[in-house]
């Protein structure tokens, strides 16, 4: 069963705008992760957060993990056409040794 | 050196058909990963592997999905009496050491069962 669920499913923003994502999910977690995918194929890593860090930052991307709200958000700075990709936050858990993915926000970014 | 690499990238066979899907990890990394993937959804975790043995299988969907990684490095998927149910991106992951990290992934087969 899926964990983490993205919001929004969907988003359309101008080249140059920034972009939110938020994930949410149900029970504890050891880490969260963000991917992202072009084209439906192989997933691309973009940021571990761990359950004892509020933020991270990795060039344009900032997440941020709430761990008492049970939620993160992914957030693209000045965007480009080539962002223009499915984000999915997974969450690891503790009492298990997989990860489950959400169902993932569609980005577009228009040039 | 390069990344996780899956064949075959397509397969198309007819329903009630024997198919399987390799995969081959990074060098080293000792956990593997299979997911399923229908359009529009998100990953979903089938199976793992921590060496040769499966640590998790709890989301293999029925006993007609088998996989195994007999020397600790390749994997393969093996899916029985296929159904059109079954089509779907078969992704594979592998990452270092214990479960829960980075993972990296392969392109996935896209599996189309007529």
């Known amino acids: 069963s899926q964990q983490g669920e993205e919001d929004p499913q969907a988003l359309s923003i101008q080249e140059g705008e920034n972009a939110t994502m938020n994930c949410s999910y149900k029970?504890?977690?050891?880490?969260l992760q963000w991917y992202r995918q072009n084209s439906g194929r192989g997933l691309v890593h973009l940021i571990l957060?761990?359950?004892?860090?509020r933020e991270k930052h990795s060039g344009r991307l900032r997440v941020t993990l709430d761990t008492s709200k049970k939620s993160s958000s992914l957030l693209i700075t000045a965007s480009r056409a080539a962002d223009t990709a499915s984000y999915f936050c997974a969450t690891a858990h503790y009492n298990n040794n997989d990860m489950r993915f959400g169902a993932g926000t569609r980005l577009t970014v228009k040039p | 050196g390069a990344g996780v690499s899956q064949t075959p990238s397509n397969k198309v066979t007819e329903k009630g058909k024997y198919v399987e899907l390799r995969c081959d990890p990074i060098s080293g990394h000792t956990a593997l990963y299979w997911y399923r993937q229908s359009l529009g959804q998100g990953p979903e975790f089938l199976i793992y592997f921590q060496g040769t043995g499966a640590a998790d299988d709890s989301g293999l969907p029925n006993d007609r999905f088998f996989a195994v990684r007999p020397e600790g490095s390749v994997s393969t998927l093996k899916i029985q009496r296929t159904e059109r149910g079954d089509s779907a991106v078969y992704l594979c992951?592998?990452?270092?050491?214990?479960?829960?990290?980075?993972?990296?992934f392969g392109p996935g087969t896209r599996l189309l069962v007529l």
């Open positions: 957060i761990r359950s004892n860090e």
């Open positions: 029970t504890s977690i050891n880490n």
């Open positions: 992951a592998s990452s270092q050491g214990q479960a829960l990290g980075t993972q990296y």
